[in-house]
């Protein structure tokens, strides 16, 4: 398991919508304030969103019981709507302190009731907000080289790791998987054309500004290489490009898209940390919904971890694969 440091508190907290604003087909970038009262973040962390307003325009139900009269007809859609009762899990996808608050980022996609709520949340609305959770991604005196490969909606918590990572004095390069140009939730410098051979260059403005160089791929061939993210990064590596030694690789994604990546860079002898992604309930250890295979000192020689709480890092040799 990779260890993080070890982590401040955590709570609930009152978040204010900043901004909610469409980056593609599908994804939704929301930024929220909370105060500054918010716990340390590091970049891997996660937290779980109340996808409802809690000051929606609807406003309180109330109803007069009269003994007339023909019985009440409510019309609330806390009522006639089925709710989205559980918090969803999203990613850290920056935290940046403004005017006296701290907003922190969250670059959605929209694939069912709780995140199609979020699409819908209009600026000054408040969402109740759990975190941070989870560990984070690590790295140390001797990483000369941080790879950062993210597919899809595993791309955010690569562009905090982008920011973290430039503070520290690490150098990047990252790799962006999408299935085409229209999801992906990243502005393109129009000057810096994403190369169709799988050459990193700094087409992408929120890794750029971090001094990142960015790979893009697409499964349509829409931009970028053609096919998936983990060759762009192994045609890079078998030529020479990256060495082992000093260099790691992080990655999130799709688990096809993460094992890939994983597998490869252990075959080449490089150190890769994954952060898994699961179904979660509680986000906090108790539900035991996010379990996944990890290798264990035990006569079975395996054991379920939790996502939430042991992860979502993981050293990419802990992972048993499924
Ligand atoms: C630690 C963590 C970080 C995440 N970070 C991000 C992020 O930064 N951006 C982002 O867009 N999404 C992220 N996700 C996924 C996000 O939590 C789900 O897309 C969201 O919960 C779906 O809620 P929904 O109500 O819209 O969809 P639901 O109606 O609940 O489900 C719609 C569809 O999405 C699938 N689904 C739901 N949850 C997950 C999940 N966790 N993994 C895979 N498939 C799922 C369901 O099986 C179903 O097919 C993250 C998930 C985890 C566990
Ligand atoms: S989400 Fe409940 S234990 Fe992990």
Redesign the pocket.
Known sequence: MVKSEPQPSRGVFAARVRSNRRLCDEHYLLRLEVGTDFPLTQAGQ?VQVQ?APVNGAEGPIVHEWGEKGPPPQFQSPELVESQ?LLR????L?GREEIGGRTVLD???????????RLAALAEGQTVSLLGPL?NAFTWDADTKLAVLVGGG?GL??MLYLAERLHQAGKPALAYAGVTSANLLPLSLDAAVPASKAGWPSLCVREFARWGVQTTISTDDGSLGYTGRISQALFDWIDQGRIVAAGTIVYTCGPERMMRAVAEGCLARGFACQVAM????ACGMGACQS?VCKTRAQNPLGWQYSL?CTDG?VFDARQILWE
């Open positions: 996660f996808c989205v969803r899990p999203f990613s996808a969250i670059i959605h996609r929209v694939v069912g009731r709780g995140s199609a989870g909606v955010p918590p992604e699961r179904k979660m996010c996502v979502t």
